[in-house]
């Protein structure tokens, strides 16, 4: 059986929630730097999840948007077609950095500084 845009949806929103809701409980516990990549985790299947019917599932894997907060982003806001969603282009900003704290190597070889606001 062939999965629909709908299933997709779903699961993409779905997946999202629960990191989402993961990454409340990690920033209540002061889990730094994890809950900023669990909130970037939800944000991403949140758009994926937007984006299904649009972009097909397979591109989403691939470059550019695979893991990128910026291009998901920005192909999001060239659907929607809506000026006021630039307001959010700063948090997106931020929030891509945590992707990088996926693979330890910048904190080892950078050092962290971060907090939970």
Do not use: C
Not at 27 to 33: G, S, T, W
Not at 55 to 81: G, I
């Amino acid at each position: 059986m062939k999965n629909t845009d709908d299933d997709f949806k779903v699961w993409f929103s779905d997946l999202a929630t629960q990191y989402y809701i993961a990454a409340r409980l990690a920033a209540q516990a002061m889990l730094i730097p994890i809950y900023g990549n669990l909130l970037h985790h939800a944000i991403e299947m949140y758009l994926k999840a937007a984006l299904v019917g649009t972009l097909p599932v397979a591109d989403m894997k691939r470059m550019p948007y695979n893991h990128d907060l910026t291009a998901l982003w920005q192909r999001f806001k060239a659907e929607e077609s809506n000026p006021s969603l630039d307001s959010f282009d700063p948090t997106i900003q931020a929030l891509h950095k945590f992707e990088s704290f996926r693979y330890p190597d910048d904190i080892v070889n950078k050092g962290m500084l971060g907090s939970i606001a």
